[in-house]
């Protein structure tokens, strides 16, 4: 009765170790930390363990071809169950798949390090093109360009605090003395310091809250081989000042971002607009200060909608004399924008107008018209039409058209004339093929207008990618 009763709980045992090792390990729920993995460590080593003893006595009371193929299929399985915890192990430390989700305002690729459980986390992005001039006027020529190689680094301290930045690489060189030829650049640096999904700080080198291309400049995630010029002129990107404010969400569908930062340098403004006078946290003067903030709305009952809005005011005088005379040069920039994205179709519009002060002292200083006020816009749409091709593909080509229409001098200061060269219009149209969703290649031609003057017109080719 006693080796009955040992045989009887030996092959029950063993019984139930097969049926549990039968069960696929990918139903088992993957653990989400190294606490939770080593709990299911412990309870499969149990098992194994229990397995191993549960061996002997059933080879030892069994003595036919059955019980040997079952011995055998255990010590199999067992085998198989050690790869599978190891596995565990390593797919914890190492994902299969990076996930790229944009977070917190910031491009996808930018936003690997809020996805890591605790570390370092790196990504970038990289872009170039060939640009041809399809015309005669004006001086521009053929070019081919490394435009930008840039990289992310971030690394995660606690749950709660953790470091994001990058940093870019124009022109395949830092220069060689010009720094039109090339330079390498902060484009942001910052860290991130978690309380409550309402309120949260952020404080360092931080992107300006505009538009749409100065927090997620990455190429997949626009249209085009160049930036649109209203987001480069009206808007300039990418806008990066040292700073420090709040993020969050007030409700799941609505978002802010808010910042104090270093104001801008009027010394620098220009017929062009406000761009040059931007001071990338290189030494920046901060006599006076900018705010910024902008809101997002994304409502639920419509996915794919998001429509929200922007402000930056602040002096820009920076306690110098122009002229002789030291003024505020008090400067505002507001924008709307609003993007849909609905299976295959994709649509955006952005609009901007900017105001600055003592334009007409500026003018007088610098012995050129700066506009007292400026103002840009643009829509565009392009469709997905792969699928209605090959219904099962994953890749993505898209046709698009890109209407912009901007000018940096809208208004002269009272006793300067206007300059309407800076009056332009621009056509632009394009194909977008991502063979995988990290990679693109794009083809575009842009036709420039202006309401004075020439302007030449261009067709780009280039490619862009993110990891």
Known sequence: MKINRKLFLSTSMLATSLVTLNTPVNALEKPQTMEDMWKIIQVQQKQIDEMKSAIPAVSATTQNTTATGDV????????????????????????????????YGLGPAASKVYQVGRGLSIGGYGEGNYQAITDDKGTGKNNADLERLVLYTGYKFTDRILFNSELEFEHATTGEGSEEKGEVSVEFAALDFFIDPLANIRAGMVLMPMGFINQIHEPPFYFGNNRPEVERRIIPSTWREIGIGLFGQIT?????????????????????????????????????????????????????????????????????????RKVDVFTQLYEGHLQWKHRGLELRALGSYGHIDDAGVLSAASGKTIGSENYGWYAEVGYDVLPLLLPTTTQYLAPFFRYEQFDTL???????????????????????????????????????????GDVPDDFNLGFGFIF
């Open 72 to 103: 055998k299929k255990l010590e199999r399985k067992t085998d198989v169950l050690s790869e599978e915890v190891e596995k565990l192990r390593t797919n914890l430390a190492i994902p299969e798949e990076a996930k790229y989700k944009s977070a």
């Open 252 to 324: 799941p569908d609505l978002t802010y971002t808010a910042y104090i930062v270093n104001g801008l340098n009027a010394a620098d403004f220009s017929s062009s607009g406000i761009r040059d006078g931007r001071q990338s946290g290189s030494k920046a003067s901060a006599e006076d200060f900018g705010y910024v903030a902008r809101m997002d709305y994304t409502p639920g009952y419509l996915p794919g909608l998001s429509v929200g809005g922007s402000t930056y005011l602040g002096n820009s005088g920076q306690d110098q004399a122009y002229g002789g």
């Open 410 to 452: 809208a208004s002269a200061p009272v006793g300067y004339a206007d300059d309407d060269t800076k009056d332009k219009q621009i056509y632009q149209v394009g194909l977008q093929y991502k063979p995988i969703p990290n990679v693109v290649i794009k083809a575009d031609y842009r036709n420039f207008t202006a309401k004075k």
